[in-house]
């Protein structure tokens, strides 16, 4: 893995003095503003793009009817919510309509104040002809940073390139329970794989000159029962040594510019409301100079849904109150009621003005207050003139869907499909026929998550195109097995109780050389999916009665490679043990269904590992590899939550050696400041090139505070032919056994360590001890994040 800490380029005498000069305009700006003013850039307007090159429109969502852009224009307009992501629009049209509503933002309010637009990026840019990517839960899959980090500056080019400045990914939150409908959303159970994976997108992304979002700041992933936007109960242990570590990654390393609050509460304080975290905590410590966005409509649910106010000016003094600079995704709490809240005093105007500082200078690094700013998108700057009077002629002439960057969804879909298990039936030998069974077979969006564009927006208007092209799985082995027959049978509906099709399905499949059963989620929303926002699951079985069809293809005696495009992760039975193969997807985008069929064919060698645990029960959640002692099999309870596939498992066709450990280094104690290294050899022993990911996981038997049983501390992605062996070095600083002891302070403790060198959570190749010694030391902020590696060949 390569680390890349963002490290600003010195500043020029003409970046310092362009710095000063848009400083100096924020501060005018906030001196010369009417209190109507100030709220004016601390808010969205949700506004769709027009289909033919005209003015956005409000979007008319569930919650209230939005106020028009006439009633706003007068005192400016802060964000405009979702250009892109709200209609389907064609992308130079979309610019041009975003291009004219910034025109009329600007010329309406009296310091010519453009609005910042924002949109959806989290597997892709979520518009209409847009490049869709695995959804992240592949990114961890991968365990590679580097090629996340190349395609968030893919998301962020196409972004930037029709006039979008802020993108709301990535989401940080950490799994807990894998029955929650965003797991589909997260990088994994990990902290320090959701991390670096995340780190390296937002460095992306921001490298394209569009602001990345860190959600949900904090905790919304250990909502109660998995369920979606409920009370979160975890401890303040947990929440420091798990679910904040990602976010204070990001913010240290990536150069981040806006966090979003979760809608959560954790023990009854509501984070759009937790001054100690959006301010004590992300400001005061982490340093964090950006702003930070409203969760949508999170700022009315402080009254609505978690009752910590009494009305909509209470609300808003809240949120402000607490650190939360812009509403959105439209005003609501922001616009009157907060006028009202601060001249009946319940406010300080100077809560407003710190917002506003926020909100200025980053539209003020943005280029937005220059005076030579420009509402033109650089996809519209090479196009004639005249053709921005003729919309029709615009239409088909700017590609957000380009093959440099379906090239990078194709890289990340091969690295991150994951292969569970094999009895060596694949890679499949040309095979005469393929029984391919299941309600993934012929599924064009069965790819692709509930925030892609073609799911979120394109499932809402029936009869448009998806805009990009999504082979079917059916499609892709075709093409994969030029001479074989597939014969098709659906078999079951995703998650419909009907068992009419299993008659068919068994039939197809006893005359068949091997089956590849079809199976996994439909992404959706609240409810409209099996997986997604709202889409929560009771237990973890495969949806519908498709865990009936796969005993039922079992039965059959026909070998059965199950093949999984899902959004989480599920039990699955009687196949764990019984299936001839185990090929696991998590939504891995357009690209993804070539990635499968190059898979099972032998095309590629899969060199994915899981960023979740596959559970052996479906009922024994939560529970994750980041556990302490009691939370494993036990002889004092009857349930055995020990996963079928832990995390980090992941087979290839082809097998690593590990040898020749090296901890001479090792042999005298460590200070509690001091270093660990160590060197081990990976030799590939199989006949065919792959990709070992050496995990390094620490083992702490005694602290003051219980541990988990292991948690990762480092891991790197080894690519090795036939025969070639790499030299490992890995140097662990004594930082990384820190956690946070019992008077709530981050401490490194004297005594014994282990480090894991390991294949996955589970397969442990090789074991290294190590003392430390001294004093128990403090550590904040400031201590060292990261294990270092140096693989030489």
């Given at each position: 893995?390569t680390?890349?800490v ?5 500043a ?35 506004a769709g ?8 429109a ?5 919650m209230d009817k939005p106020?028009t ?7 400016g ?9 709200t ?17 009329r933002?600007?010329?309406?309010n ?19 002809g ?11 899959a ?6 996340v980090?190349e ?19 990535p ?5 807990r329970?894998?029955?929650?409908g965003r ?14 994976t ?13 602001v ?5 700041f ?13 009370p ?12 904040l ?28 409301a ?7 905590l992300?400001?005061?410590t ?6 930070v ?6 700022v ?15 609300a ?12 959105l995704?439209?005003?609501k ?17 100077k ?50 869907d380009?093959?440099?960057h ?12 994951i292969?569970?298990?094999?009895d ?5 030998d040309?095979?005469?026929r ?5 309600p993934?077979a ?7 998550g ?11 208007h029936?009869?448009t195109?998806?805009?990009v092209e999504l ?10 097995f030029?001479?074989?027959?597939i ?6 509906g995703?998650?419909?109780p ?16 091997v089956?590849?059963a ?5 992404a ?10 709202g889409?929560?699951?009771?237990s ?15 039965d ?6 199950v ?11 009687r196949?764990?043990g019984?299936?001839a193969?185990?090929?696991q ?6 690209e993804g269904?070539?990635a499968v069929?190059?898979?099972l064919?032998?095309?590629i060698?899969p060199?994915g590992?899981?960023p979740?645990s596959?559970p052996r ?7 994750t590899?980041?556990?302490?002692s ?20 992941g ?8 040898s ?12 509690t400041d ?12 199989g006949?065919r ?7 390094v996981?620490?083992h702490d ?12 501390i ?5 690519p ?6 790499a ?6 600083p004594?930082?990384l ?11 490194v403790?004297?005594?014994e360590?282990?480090l894991r060198l390991s ?19 403090c ?7 990261h294990?270092g590696?140096?693989?030489t060949?």
């Amino acid at each position: 893995m390569t680390v890349t800490v963002n490290t600003e380029t010195p500043a020029t005498p003409e970046d310092r003095a362009t710095t000063r000069l848009r400083s100096a305009r924020v501060e005018e700006l906030i001196s010369a503003m009417t209190l109507e003013e100030k709220l004016g850039q601390l808010y969205g307007l949700w506004a769709g793009a027009s289909a033919d090159g005209a003015e956005v429109a409000p979007h008319q969502h569930d919650m209230d009817k939005p106020p028009t852009l006439d009633e706003l224009l007068p005192h400016g307009l802060g964000q405009l919510t979702r250009p892109f992501g709200t209609v389907p629009v064609d992308p130079a049209l979309g610019a041009l309509s975003l291009m004219r509503t910034q025109q009329r933002i600007a010329a309406g309010n009296r310091f010519a104040i453009p609005a910042l637009a924002h949109d959806e990026c989290l597997a892709g840019f979520a518009a209409w002809g847009a490049t869709t990517y695995p959804v992240p839960l592949s990114w961890g899959a991968a365990f590679d940073p580097d090629l996340v980090r190349e395609v968030g500056g893919a998301i962020g080019r196409d972004m930037r390139s029709v006039g979008v400045h802020q993108g709301l990914a990535p989401v940080l939150d950490v799994v807990r329970d894998a029955r929650w409908g965003r797991v589909e959303e997260t990088i994994g159970e990990d902290p320090y794989l959701v991390g670096t994976t995340a780190t390296a997108y937002i460095q992306g992304i921001e490298s394209a000159g569009v602001v990345a979002t860190l959600k949900h700041f904090v905790g919304y992933s250990a909502s109660r029962g998995g369920r979606n936007l409920a009370p979160v109960s975890m401890g303040t242990r947990e929440r420091a040594d798990v679910m904040l570590p990602p976010f204070e990654m990001a913010v240290r390393e990536s150069g981040v510019r806006s966090v979003m609050h979760a809608y959560t509460d954790t023990d009854g304080v509501p984070c759009a409301a937790d001054e100690e975290l959006l301010t004590g905590l992300l400001r005061d410590t982490w340093g964090f100079e950006g702003t930070v966005v409203a969760d949508y409509f999170g700022v009315a649910f402080l009254k609505t849904l978690h009752g910590v106010a009494g009305d909509w000016g209470g609300a808003a003094a809240a949120a402000l109150t607490a650190g939360v600079d812009v509403e959105l995704p439209t005003v609501k709490t922001f616009g009157e009621p907060l006028r009202d809240a601060v001249a009946a005093g319940q406010l300080s105007e100077k809560v407003i003005d710190r917002a506003l500082r926020r909100v200025l200078t980053q539209k003020a690094q943005l280029g937005l207050l220059d005076p030579d700013w420009s509402p033109l998108p650089p996809a519209l700057a090479d196009i004639d003139p005249a053709a921005l009077d003729d919309p029709a002629t615009l239409r088909g002439t700017v590609s957000l869907d380009l093959a440099a960057h379906r090239d990078i969804s194709r890289r990340l879909a091969e690295r991150s499909v994951i292969l569970l298990s094999n009895d060596g039936v694949l890679p499949l030998d040309r095979p005469a026929r393929i029984a391919l069974i299941g309600p993934q077979a012929r599924t064009p969006t069965a790819v692709l998550g509930c925030y892609s564009f073609p799911v979120h927006v394109g499932s809402q208007h029936p009869g448009t195109p998806d805009g990009v092209e999504l082979p079917t799985l059916r499609e892709a082995l075709a093409k994969e097995f030029p001479g074989t027959e597939i014969v098709t049978a659906l078999g079951a509906g995703i998650d419909t109780p009907d068992t009419d099709g299993f008659a068919e399905a068994v039939r197809v499949a006893r005359d068949a050389d091997v089956v590849i059963a079809a199976l996994g989620d439909r992404a959706g929303l609240f409810g409209r999916g099996t997986s997604g926002e709202g889409c929560d699951a009771e237990s973890l079985d495969l949806p519908g009665v498709q865990g009936e069809l796969l005993d039922a293809l079992l039965d059959t005696g026909t070998p059965v490679v199950v093949t999984l495009l899902a959004g989480r992760p599920y039990a699955l039975g009687r196949a764990t043990g019984e299936a001839a193969a185990i090929v696991q997807a998590f939504f891995p985008g357009q690209e993804g269904t070539p990635a499968v069929a190059g898979v099972l064919s032998g095309r590629i060698n899969p060199s994915g590992r899981l960023p979740v645990s596959v559970p052996r029960l479906p009922g024994a959640q939560p529970s994750t590899y980041l556990a302490a002692s009691l939370a494993r099999v036990s002889e004092v309870s009857n349930i055995d939550p020990t996963p079928a596939f832990g995390f980090g498992h992941g087979l290839a066709y082809t097998s690593f050696a590990w040898s020749d450990l090296d901890e001479r280094d090792l042999v005298d104690a460590i200070p509690t400041d001091g270093t660990a290294r160590l060197s081990f050899t990976v030799r590939n022993t199989g006949g065919r090139s792959g990709a070992e990911v050496v995990q390094v996981y620490l083992h702490d038997p005694v602290a003051s505070v219980v541990q988990p049983v292991q948690r990762l501390i480092g891991y790197v992605r080894v690519p090795l032919e036939p025969g070639e062996r790499a030299r490992i070095e890995v140097t662990v600083p004594a930082d990384l056994a820190s956690f946070t002891g019992r008077d709530g302070r981050r401490v490194v403790e004297p005594g014994e360590l282990e480090l894991r060198l390991s294949a996955s959570s589970t397969d442990t190749r090789l074991t290294a001890r190590a003392v430390l010694t001294g004093p128990a030391r403090c550590v904040d902020h400031t201590r060292e994040l990261h294990a270092g590696f140096s693989v030489t060949r």
